[in-house]
């Protein structure tokens, strides 16, 4: 309502969560060489702090704001621009549906209302026992094989209705097939 | 004769992401033969070949790279791997099936223009493509493809992965820098152009993908093949894409001037459509150039084109000019998604306008707020309580937003306006039926519901969502 | 000075500037919200758009452009015609004023904006009165971002100008945008607050009424407000200011563009620390010590009082301090009153409040450790005056030693600024005479307390820390029981008729250089903001 005001001002311990582990600073660290300025290694940093911590949290934004030298606030403006960094926690394995116009045509809807039907949530939201976040994204680059969806790092491709219960009990529904590079962790180690 | 398959050369072969099935068959041969070639040598080749970049804009590649300044220190090379366009694929598939050919164009295009790093900028969601290019490019380190002198060329390339999260306008060329800075990925204002002041102040050259895997071809195989294939001012091969309901969906590649019948109805590509269905519409070259109409409307009289006449577009050829004729933008990505008969077109525009306004990035006045108000009364229309005018106030919106260039920053408003604008024009007829077959009341009573200061005032309170299903949290969900 | 064409008229400008700049210096009321000539141009509001002629890409023949260019972003070159007053400029001025107003509460009646906004004003000149939207609006909320400011997200048109402000000018960046697209907002980190020195000029650089200050906030409708040209005197930079007053008095300071000196910045000091202008402590009348207690006496009586106590004195101690809070004509009428009585008499420069260091803020603006506005000037004075000086220390130290019998002090420090040593030492002077804001140790000491007008209540000219010499307004009047500073040491030194600043310092130019060079910033350009 417009005649309440909210304090930014201030901020709830709580509320700041979890901080980076040095490991992760110097993971961080490692990317500094790559680019003339340390700003620029803002978006490996974000990852890497997703990673590790399972969202970026306000500590964390803070803990790279004084690693890149920069305010916490353009950490803070970087976090909100990009759809794929969180600002609060998220299940163990992120579902992310395509919703664009080729999977939809291809019955992209009808998947998402079947997931939202089984994991018992809606987008943006994670089950009670922390194993599935659900959101949507603009088209996933997958449209072949469509109507596609991503369980973390993996895409599944062509997902069928049928196929959902199978997906959502294989426990490997989110390893990929090729080897993993070890520049980034896998997300959510938690 | 069949055509033979030089960009997807590989696609299909086993191991082919490796550098030992890639060298095998010819790889890094054109890497060898720039390096007895002097930079600008290379440049000039580029030039005449003709080379239009893959990534939308059709700008040639050669013309680009001459308006580095000459008395450049540093340049960067920044490629464009963030394939956002829906329902674009190829740099996927290039990525995925062949990573060193992009390597190796990569290496041809830095050694051509001086670039001493090449940062790849992958999108976010490119997550198992990460990893298959991470490993191939890593490959290519060690084997010294990379690095300090090269091939003992005295050229010193340094490449980067740089990942993207997730943001649509990021693959604009300006945008992608900025996101490379670390800032949020708002396009710039130019001039001054990247090839003058770029990533980290410094000349920047930026290619697409498929743009860099074109080089090693062009080299080793000549300029008089690559100027045998294509039409007029359009040369080279293309990786076009299909999908939607055909059945053949896929990435296909041939040369440039195909038409949008073939790639629905060939058997070389889509192979027709699913079921049998006809076609209501087709995006031809992703969702940015606008809509063609599809073979539910009646075959025009030979060689007649004329967009504001009910016809068949199909005989639309995909190179870089013809779409213009047929009221498009122009080649786009040159990936086409199908629209059957069956499907309604509100829930297409719907579609469409979510998608930009969610990725609008919010800088031009026209752009933030036209994209988003045309979302609105698409959602509108689309719940059954569209009016007439909605459909002339988005056409007027559009005009307003993106057909007269200049009027924002970046190229997005114009990728918004010319799919919405075309939706609305050439099937405006089903628009009205859908409209007129509204209950009569539907329109004030959605109306008071979810604007009631439209009707009286004061304004009502509570805050509404912005994107119904957006990836972003909802308003009221702050940090 | 290149010369361009807007709408068929020839206009000559600065070279190097914008296409908008110039135009806005010409006298055109171009539409724009993202440009301010101070702040890095983004070119993102898209209002002021412009229609150029080009040469045409095959015959050379130059003739309008299909497009539209943003004048903000456009440099002039010589020779360059450009015209606003075209349907295709009108056209797009319309729209984008009408999706400024999409999501917008249409509070207008609550803001603190109204009547200096220039989202109604455009509205008005540009836009359209009606709105077609019909949609949901979307509602942002009202933040606390800092102890000044206040965010009405809602109400804003996203120009950045509060975000390029806190990056480029105070170099902390509080500010931020979150989120993209519709949905973009103004923010600032949760718990790191808008709270670096500068932070009131955001409220002065946001066009609409988004960002509020917490100090001004419903106190007034900016139409009931008159305003005076005025110095601050919060620091020896001199910083140009508007006081906006009315019957009521001073409510709000805000920055008065000033190119040589502070552009269009003023620090949060000379900004909110204005008030003790309103202290009740403030002392309200003139008085005579009769032993234990006081004597209030009339202003008319007081010349003439002085002059007997002062000529009663041995003139070799006697002295005057010239306090840099006193304008230049304040302190040359007191130096020249106190040489009428005492022609041998010590000058002393006043005290010198030093607090911390300089600070300089990434473009170059100062803020001065010397929080006085006038020293320069009364240094000058004191020399043209010749004869007898000293600062104030060695004053303080002679007066210890007994060296004054009769001195004329002026204070009129917004702090307390005499410390008990110096009371002691100053106090074995005889017939002390104090001019003074406030009260301080040295009351009990004191023969004759005069009251000081503030500096809103004066008028005057101040000599800042580059020698500038600028002349201030009075913006109300002196209050009740104080008379104005300037017209009492006018009518002390024995000066005929009313005291006008201005007058004055004509009258003077030919005696001292620096009375002749009065330094007036221009005016902005009318639609410029
Ligand atoms: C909104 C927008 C999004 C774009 N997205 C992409 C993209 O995802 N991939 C790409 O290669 N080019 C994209 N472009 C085009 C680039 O700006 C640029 O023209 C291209 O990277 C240049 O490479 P090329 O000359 O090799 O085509 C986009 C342009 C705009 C305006
Ligand atoms: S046109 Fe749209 S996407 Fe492009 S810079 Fe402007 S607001 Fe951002
Ligand atoms: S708060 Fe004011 S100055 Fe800041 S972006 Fe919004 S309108 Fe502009
Ligand atoms: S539309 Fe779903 S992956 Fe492209
Ligand atoms: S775009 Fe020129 S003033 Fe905003």
């Not at chain 1, 089984?118 to 109507?147: F, M, N, R, W």
């Not at chain 3, 758009?49 to 010589?78: I, S």
């Not at chain 3, 008379?483 to 009313?498: I, R, S, V």
Request: aromatic share 8%; proline share 6%; charged share 25%.
């Amino acid at each position: 309502m417009s005649w309440e005001t909210i304090d930014r001002t201030t901020v709830a311990e709580e509320k700041l969560g979890p901080g980076l582990s040095a490991a992760a600073r110097e993971k961080i660290r490692t990317f500094f060489p790559r680019y003339p300025s340390k700003r620029a290694a803002m978006l490996p940093a974000l990852h890497i702090a997703q990673d590790e911590i399972g969202y970026c949290s306000l500590r964390a934004m803070r803990d790279i704001a004084e690693l890149l030298e920069v305010p916490p606030s353009a950490v803070m403006d970087v976090v909100t621009f990009y759809t794929q960094f969180w600002t609060h926690p998220r299940g163990k394995k992120v579902i992310t549906v395509c919703r664009s116009l080729s999977c939809e045509l291809m019955g992209g809807k009808e998947v998402l209302a079947a997931l939202k039907e089984k994991l018992g949530i809606d987008e943006h939201q994670t089950t009670p026992d922390g194993k599935y976040s659900l959101v949507t994204e603009e088209c996933l680059a997958s449209c072949d094989h469509g109507p596609c969806m991503q369980i973390n790092e993996k895409t599944h491709k062509c997902v069928r209705v049928e196929d959902l219960d199978r997906i959502l009990s294989d426990p490997d529904n989110d390893k990929i097939s090729m080897p993993r590079s070890d520049i980034f962790d896998a997300p959510q180690k938690t | 004769m069949p055509y033979e398959r030089v960009l997807m050369q590989n696609v299909g072969v086993p191991n082919s992401t490796s550098l030992q099935v890639y060298k095998a068959a010819g790889g890094y041969q054109g890497l060898v033969k720039a390096f007895g070639m002097k930079p600008g040598e290379v440049v000039d080749l580029v030039r005449q070949s003709n080379l239009r970049g893959r990534g939308g804009a059709g700008f040639p590649a050669g013309v680009k790279w001459g308006f580095l300044p000459i008395d450049r220190e540093i340049t960067y090379l920044c490629v464009n791997a963030d394939e956002s366009e829906p329902p674009t694929f190829c740099n996927r598939i290039t990525i995925e099936h062949d990573p060193h050919m992009l390597l190796e164009g990569i290496l041809i295009a830095g050694y051509a223009t001086g670039s001493t790093v090449a940062y790849i900028y992958m999108r976010g969601e490119f997550m198992e493509q990460f990893h298959v290019l991470q490993k191939a490019l890593d490959e290519a380190y060690q084997a010294g493809y990379f690095g300090k002198n090269i091939l003992g060329s005295g050229y010193d390339l340094e490449c980067y992965i740089h990942r993207g999260a997730g943001a649509y306008v990021c693959g604009e060329e300006t945008g992608l820098i900025e996101s490379l800075e670390g800032k949020r990925g708002q396009p710039r204002i130019k001039p001054p152009f990247p090839a003058i002041e770029g990533a980290f102040h410094k000349p920047t050259v930026v290619n697409n993908v498929e743009t860099l895997a074109c080089l090693p071809h062009i080299l080793t195989r000549g300029l008089d093949w690559w100027l045998s294939l294509g039409t007029e001012a359009s040369k080279g091969p293309k990786m076009y894409c299909i999908s939607g309901p055909v059945n053949r969906p896929g990435c296909y590649e041939a040369p440039l001037g195909i038409t949008v019948r073939e790639l629905i109805y060939g058997d070389d590509f889509g192979g027709g459509m699913r079921d049998g269905k006809k076609v209501k519409g087709v995006f031809p070259g992703g969702l940015s150039v606008g809509v063609l109409r599809g073979d539910i409307f009646p075959k025009p009289p030979d060689g007649q084109v004329d967009p504001a006449k009910g016809y068949d577009e199909l005989d639309c050829i995909l190179d870089f000019d013809d779409p213009r004729h047929y009221g498009l933008l122009g080649l786009g990505t040159a990936a086409a998604v199908v629209i059957p008969e069956d499907v309604d077109i509100r829930d297409v525009l719907l579609n469409v306008t979510r998608f930009y306004s969610h990725e609008s990035c919010g800088q031009c006045t026209q752009c933030r707020e036209g994209t988003n108000w045309i979302y609105r009364i698409a959602r509108r229309i689309q719940s059954g309580a569209g009016r007439s005018y909605d459909l002339d106030l988005i056409a007027e919106l559009t005009e307003n937003m993106g057909m007269m260039p200049g009027l924002s920053i970046c190229g997005l408003p114009d990728g918004a306006v010319y799919p919405i604008r075309t939706l609305v024009q050439k099937f405006r007829a089903e628009f009205e039926r859908h409209i007129a077959a509204q209950t009569p009341d539907a329109v004030a009573k959605t109306i008071k519901a979810i604007n009631p200061a439209a009707y009286e005032l004061p304004i009502q309170e509570g805050r509404a969502l912005a994107h119904v299903g957006g990836s972003m949290q909802e308003i009221g969900d702050r940090l | 000075m290149p010369k361009i064409i807007i709408d068929g008229k020839e206009v000559e400008c600065r070279a190097g500037i914008s296409v908008l700049q110039a135009a806005l210096d010409a006298g055109w009321n171009i539409p724009h919200y993202c440009y301010h000539p101070g702040l890095k141009v983004v070119a993102s509001c898209r209002l002021c758009l412009m229609e150029m002629k080009m040469p045409h890409p095959q015959t050379r023949e130059p003739g309008w452009a299909p497009k539209l260019f943003p004048a903000c972003q456009t440099p002039v070159r010589k020779g360059m015609e450009v015209r606003f007053d075209s349907d295709k400029v009108r056209e797009n001025q319309k729209h984008v004023m009408e999706y400024y107003l999409l999501d917008h509460p249409l509070d207008c009646p609550v803001c603190d904006k109204a009547g200096e906004c220039h989202l109604q004003d455009y509205s008005e000149q540009f836009g359209n009165a009606t709105s077609r939207m019909v949609e949901d609006k979307h509602k942002n909320p009202k933040k606390d971002i800092g102890s000044h400011t206040l965010m009405y997200s809602d109400r804003c048109v996203l120009c950045t100008r509060c975000i390029r402000f806190c990056d480029e000018i105070a170099g902390t960046g509080e500010l931020r945008k979150v989120n993209r697209g519709s949905r973009n907002e103004i923010d600032i980190f949760p718990g790191e607050p808008l709270e670096n020195e500068l932070q009131g000029n955001v409220v002065d650089l946001c066009p609409v009424g988004s960002l509020i200050s917490k100090d001004f906030q419903y106190k007034q409708r900016v139409w009931m407000l008159n305003t005076a040209r005025s110095v601050s005197p919060a620091d020896s930079r001199g910083s140009t200011i508007w006081i906006d007053y009315n019957k009521q008095g001073v409510h709000r300071i805000r920055s008065r563009y000033n190119p040589q000196v502070n552009e269009w910045w003023i620090s949060d000091e000379a900004r909110f620390g204005w008030k003790y202008i309103n202290s009740d402590k403030r002392l309200n009348t003139a008085r005579i010590r009769r032993g234990v207690s006081w004597e209030a006496v009339g202003w008319e009586e007081l010349p003439g009082i002085l002059r007997d106590r002062f000529a009663s004195a041995d003139e070799n101690a006697t002295a005057a301090v010239l306090s840099p809070m006193m304008s230049c004509e304040e302190a040359w009428l007191l130096a020249k009153f106190i040489r009428q009585v005492a022609p041998r008499a010590t000058l002393v420069r006043g005290y010198v409040p030093i607090e911390g260091e300089d600070k300089t803020f990434p473009k170059g603006f100062v803020i001065k450790a010397e929080k006085c506005p006038n020293r320069g000037g009364v240094e000058q004075i004191i020399a043209h005056f010749g004869g007898n000086s000293m600062d104030f220390d060695e004053f303080v130290k002679a007066a210890g030693a007994g060296r004054f019998k009769a001195a004329y002090v002026v204070g009129g420090y917004p702090k307390e600024w005499i410390t008990e040593a110096h009371a002691r030492a100053i106090s074995k002077i005889e017939i002390l005479v104090a001019h003074d804001l406030f009260p301080s140790l040295l009351d009990q000491h004191v023969a004759v307390q005069i009251p000081t007008a503030s500096f809103a209540e004066r008028e005057g000219s101040f000599v800042n820390c580059d020698g500038l010499l600028q002349p201030f307004e009075r913006a109300i009047s002196p209050l009740e029981g104080v008379k104005a500073d300037g017209q009492f040491f006018h009518e002390l030194a024995g000066e005929p008729g009313l005291f006008r600043a201005e007058k004055f310092r004509v009258s003077v130019a030919g005696e001292l250089e620096m009375f002749a060079k009065v330094h007036v910033p221009p005016d902005e350009p009318k639609y410029a903001h």
